[in-house]
């Protein structure tokens, strides 16, 4: 995950957003409502992410309408979904954002699904249009924000999910 905020964002680590990248165990695996969820390939080498939270969106630094919308303790956040370049393009992601809402739907106090991406990351916007809807485009803001979208997926608990259609000799995932 430390290599994306350095090749993908270009912002290098920052503590303020980043310390779950340090500390993902105590941001992902010991709360109980959290996760987080790796893609190894056939080598065993880490090729993707996924986290989910309980902490929606803080204002500031988001808008004020993206926080009242989603807050803390009903909204899962999904986080740190990231796929090495090459790696993109197979489903993979995909697949992960399936398994963390059938995470999210197993909860049971999930109300909403929410997620803020940054469009300048390739693939990034088209990608997440295709799962949810903007909510909020920073971009449109004036000065244009934190160049940051703001998504909400669609999120029925107690659903059953669909399974995801990835190819099937992906990377395996596990928590």
């Known amino acids: 995950m430390l290599d994306t ?29 959290h996760t987080l969820l790796v ?7 880490i090729v993707a992410t996924g986290a989910l939270d309980s902490r929606g969106p803080l204002h500031p630094p988001n ?6 919308r989603f807050p803390c303790g009903v909204t899962a956040q ?13 489903g993979l992601a995909r697949r992960l954002v399936t398994e963390l809402l059938a995470f999210a739907a197993a909860d049971g106090g999930y109300r909403s699904v929410y997620l803020h991406t940054d469009p300048r990351v390739e693939g990034a916007e088209g ?19 934190q160049h940051v979208m703001h998504f909400e997926l669609p999120f029925h608990p107690g659903a059953d999910l669909p399974a ?3 190819p099937t000799r992906s990377p395996s995932i596990g928590r």
Do not use: K, N
């Open 39 to 45: 893609a190894l390939d056939a080598e065993g080498e």
């Open 164 to 166: 995801a259609a990835v």
């Open 63 to 68: 808008p004020r309408h993206v926080a009242e």
């Open 127 to 145: 990608f997440w249009r295709s799962l949810g809807r903007v909510v909020h485009d920073e971009r449109e803001d004036p000065g244009g924000g």
């Open 78 to 90: 999904l986080r740190r979904i990231y796929v090495r370049p090459e790696h993109r393009r197979r």
């Open 5 to 33: 905020v350095y090749r993908d964002f270009g912002t290098g680590y920052v503590p303020r957003w980043h310390g779950d990248i340090i500390d993902p165990a105590g941001a992902y695996l010991l709360p109980a409502r």
